[in-house]
């Protein structure tokens, strides 16, 4: 039997710092920040913990915060998974092919983590991963 539990939820933004303000309101707390380059442009991104609640604020230059489709803010919902070869195998095995890449992806973020990302059967976002260090994130 695999462990599974919430691992983040993910928020874009364009308002990077005015949303790591707005979180810190309620009691948020940034754990990491990182960075990572995506056409040409340095991203910010970071763990915010709020209680047992980690959300992952991903900063989305050029994000509309006017438009409709709000919902498309929390770009997807993270699993934390131990054990996450042999979950990975088990779902394949029992059918599951929306899989955006067929392995594991090995990541250097917020201090080494490994993932693999699939869609739902509404076409949702899911991230399965297992953190390589514990160091500064959740247990």
């Not at 754990?31 to 340095?42: I, V």
């Not at 980690?54 to 998974?81: K, M, Q, S, W, Y």
């Not at 990541?107 to 993932?115: A, E, Q, T, V």
């Amino acid at each position: 039997m695999f462990k599974i539990k919430l691992g983040h939820i993910a928020l874009k933004t364009p308002c990077y710092e005015k949303t790591l303000a707005f979180y810190s309101l309620f009691g948020g707390v940034v754990e990491q920040e990182d960075t990572l380059s995506k056409n040409g442009q340095t991203i910010n991104l970071a763990l915010v913990r709020i209680g047992d609640l980690v959300i992952e604020v991903i900063e989305t230059p050029g994000l509309d915060i006017e438009a409709d489709g709000a919902n498309e803010r929390f770009a997807h919902l993270c699993f934390d998974i131990q054990g996450l070869d042999g979950f990975v195998e088990e779902l394949k095995t029992k059918g599951v092919d929306t899989f955006k890449t067929q392995t594991v992806q090995e990541m250097g973020l917020f201090g080494g983590l490994r993932n693999i990302n699939l869609y739902g059967p509404n076409g949702e976002l899911l991230e399965l991963y297992e953190k390589k260090t514990m160091k500064g994130l959740m247990p």
